[in-house]
């Protein structure tokens, strides 16, 4: 069973950097792509960012994209999210999730394992 533990959220003030960590586990063979998705309650799971796991290739939500990059290092199962000039609207529970080789890259329905989230705060 694939494990994915992320952590780095916290508080930060507006402007603001963190770099959140998603470490997997337990796997068999290697995802497609590995994502990011946030959700803020009451609200549904958001895409925020996709890189495929053999050749890195990434993509953005339009609501991140200049200010987050995601990353890999295969080698330690580990992805990444780079968060730079955060704002209040990116305070959400932060998932990193697995996703096979089917369905969509921004669905959160086709992605098979997830992290249990990490809290990213930006008061306002």
């Known amino acids: 069973q694939v494990q994915l533990v992320e952590s780095g959220g916290g508080l930060v003030q507006a402007g603001g950097s963190l770099r959140l960590s998603c470490a997997a586990s337990?796997?068999?063979?290697?995802?497609?792509?590995m994502g990011w998705f946030r959700q803020t309650p009451g609200k549904e799971r958001e895409f925020v960012s996709v890189?495929?796991?053999?050749?890195?290739?990434?993509s953005y939500a339009a609501s991140v994209k200049g200010r987050f990059t995601t990353s890999r290092d295969r080698a330690k199962n580990t992805v990444y999210l780079q968060m730079r000039n955060l704002k209040p609207e990116d305070t959400a529970v932060y998932y990193c999730a697995e996703k096979g080789y089917s369905g969509k890259n921004d669905e959160s329905n086709d992605y098979r394992y997830w992290g249990q989230g990490t809290q990213v705060t930006v008061p306002s």
């Open positions: 890189i495929t796991w053999i050749a890195g290739s990434t």
């Open positions: 337990g796997r068999t063979f290697s995802p497609a792509a």
